[in-house]
């Protein structure tokens, strides 16, 4: 009784697995890197890197608000002649949307609270420990 998986990549791999084995894998540091590297969007890479090295969860609103600077500057390059189209708005807000579920299909980061009942992103503690030894070596 032979199972034929159906994916095409990585992402789609791990999106296939029960949250225990993703988690196992991110015991291994070069898993990690692998995952940072090939899986998620790019949005998604500067989001990890922003809380790598923060020891608590990040309120959701802070996150946004980082989402929103790489907004303004995307905005500002393609409104030097004040042509901003309602296309290219939804365009990055579907971006933003994308990378947030990449980092919760692939278990790199979940919702949290925090003190006042406001809602955080937490980094997997063992993606986050793994990633960091990946790039800075131990």
Not at 26 to 35: G, K, Q, S
């Amino acid at each position: 009784n032979a199972v034929h998986l159906e994916c095409k990549n990585l992402h789609d791999y791990l999106k296939s697995q029960p949250a225990n084995t993703i988690i196992k894998l991110y015991e291994v540091p070069a898993i990690c890197l692998a995952v940072f590297r090939d899986c998620i969007p790019e949005i998604a890479k500067m989001l990890v890197m922003r809380m790598l090295c923060v020891e608590q969860p990040v309120p959701q609103a802070v996150v946004s608000s980082w989402g929103s600077q790489i907004y303004a500057k995307y905005i500002h390059q393609i409104d030097e002649f004040h042509h901003v189209s309602y296309v290219s708005l939804l365009s990055i807000n579907r971006e933003n949307l994308e990378a947030c579920n990449s980092l919760i299909e692939l278990k790199i980061w979940s919702e949290a609270s925090i003190p006042g009942g406001l809602s955080a992103w937490d980094l997997n503690a063992f993606f986050k420990r793994n990633l960091k030894i990946a790039w800075l070596g131990g």
